[in-house]
């Protein structure tokens, strides 16, 4: 199993706690190292599972707009868009599971125009505020027929660190790894409006594989 190498940090802090906390318990009652040790070895499979990270194969086509996220489809509604897109469009919003690959990837491919990072709160993912109030990274990115789409790390109640490793002027691959969210957390994609949207709510989706939209 592949593990993200953005975990690496949290599974040394997580697996040096379970030791010394077993070490600690081998010397109090048998009774006691029965319910303690088994606990423990949950945890660090559970930590070595979130941070899992299979590969992916995207499906061929130019035009397709696939999901950045493992998860659940909770919204695809009409809005409008004034940050990056300025016009109409129809958001997507993913929800992740702690038990979900939290491994994000790109997707479309094209230039990175755009790049903001907002400090924030950290509402339940899958309210509807909180794709304006959570912590929160913003991307838009020129697709090569010059469509632009803006999608969205937000963090959730659990979720307390967004990763990204894009930055403006790279120029991105549809399916390619860009980052993670830690820990239960949302992806929103706004698409301009016209585009067909092939996702409805509560469809699951697999990052860099599923197809949730075609652009025209």
């Known amino acids: 199993m592949t593990i ?7 599974i040394i802090l997580v697996f040096s706690f ?22 423990l070895i949950a945890l660090c499979g559970l930590i070595l599972y979130f941070f899992r990270d299979p590969e992916r194969t995207p499906p061929e086509g130019d035009n397709l707009v696939l999901s950045p996220a493992d998860g659940k ?3 695809v509604q009409p809005s409008q868009e004034n940050e990056y897109i300025n016009g109409p469009v129809t ?10 690959v939290h491994v994000n990837r790109n997707p479309v491919s094209g230039d990175l125009e755009y790049v903001k990072y907002y400090p924030g709160k950290y509402l339940v ?3 509807d505020h909180a794709s304006e109030e959570n912590e929160r990274a913003h991307f838009g990115v020129k697709h090569p027929t010059g ?6 790390q937000i963090t959730g109640f659990l979720a307390r660190r967004i990763v990204y490793h894009i930055s403006e002027g790279d120029t991105l691959e549809a399916g390619e790894r ?13 698409i301009p409006q016209g585009t067909v949207i092939k996702v409805k709510e509560g469809d699951r989706t697999i990052a860099g594989e599923s197809v949730i939209a075609e652009l025209n």
Do not use: C, H, N
Request: cysteine-free; charged content about 15%.
């Open 4 to 10: 993200a190498k953005e975990g690496f940090t949290t």
């Open 18 to 39: 379970s030791i010394l906390a077993g070490y600690g318990i081998s010397f109090a009652p048998v009774w006691l190292m029965y319910i303690v040790y088994p606990l």
């Open 73 to 75: 489809v909770v919204l």
């Open 91 to 100: 958001q997507i919003s993913i929800f992740l599971s702690p038990l979900d």
């Open 125 to 127: 993912a899958w309210e």
């Open 147 to 152: 469509i632009k789409i803006l999608f969205k």
């Open 178 to 190: 860009f980052g993670i969210m830690k820990f239960g957390s949302r992806m929103d994609i706004l």
